[in-house]
């Protein structure tokens, strides 16, 4: 919790004040920067926890080179994804670890409403099987990490762990308790009950983010990417998609008008080609502006390319030009 390519001042004072960590003289490497360094040779090795970083990066192949050529991986995971085959490292290494709901120790969860929960353990494997997340990157710390002030040997027990977050982590005092008041709480200052914002006017301010410009040349249109209502992350859990209608997951979505311009009945076979790559899928037509095409993410990162906004670090998920050529069989 709290670490980021730059940590927020409040958080490093605090691991200063408690731990005497020393704040980083610059920034780290956000995800992406790390995919670029991997790929540049320029990473030794790589500890995953848990996700799928192969899937999530754009222009899979690129991300798949990447991965491979970084000399030691080591995947923290509670199940299997493709990500451990084709995002592996020359050394590769799978930890398997329990999932939140076998911890045999309480957690605490986050909602989407800031408040934090205590969650109960539930059964765990037999005993020798397997271990807990924590458990492993405790032990992995204390045997690879030279001696410091942070007490990883301590830190498998999970009430002492509440406890560190609640001495360094800004809002999360009520933590260190909550094992014993059960109580959940809403981390403060992120959400307002009252109209009072901490600007000099106490009023909120707003200001129109002026959007780049679109102009795609005739016969192509704006791709974005989207996930599912079965799915999290990269993680699907079912095929069909209640929101938007569709059953299968292999399609490029667009409007009915843009399909009968090409020709294209619904499941029609028809290859999207981006500047990356080329996909082969089937349409299917969505209440969608004519112009714009989504397919459902990770899977198109085949077709997504390596451009980054420089400021957020984020690649161009939602703005994509593509063509579509109809396959005639």
Known sequence: MGFAPG??????????????????EKPGLDTFRCMEAAHAGRIRVGVFLGGNLFAANPDRPWAATALQRIGTTCAIATKLNEGHVHGRGRY???LPVLARDEETQATTQESMFNFVRLSDGGEAPPAGEIRSEVDVMC???ARLLPPGPFPFATMNNH????????AVVPGHGPIASIAATKAEFQIAGRTFHEPVFPTPSGRARAQVTKLPSFRPAEGSFRLMTLRSEGQFNTVVYEDEDLYRGVTRRDVVMMSESDGGRL????NDPVD???????MRVVAAFIDIPPGNLAMYYPEANVVVPRRVDPESGTPAFKSIVARLEPVRV
């Not at 020709?263 to 619904?266: M, S, T, V």
């Not at 999207?272 to 080329?278: A, S």
């Open 92 to 94: 590769h290494v799978v």
């Open 159 to 166: 009430d002492a762990v509440r406890r560190a977050i609640a």
């Open 139 to 141: 032990a992995l710390a």
């Open 263 to 266: 020709g294209l009945a619904e």
């Open 7 to 24: 940590l927020k001042e409040a958080f490093a004072k605090k691991m200063e004040e408690v731990y005497g960590i020393p704040r980083a």
């Open 272 to 278: 999207v080609v981006t500047e990356t790559g080329r």
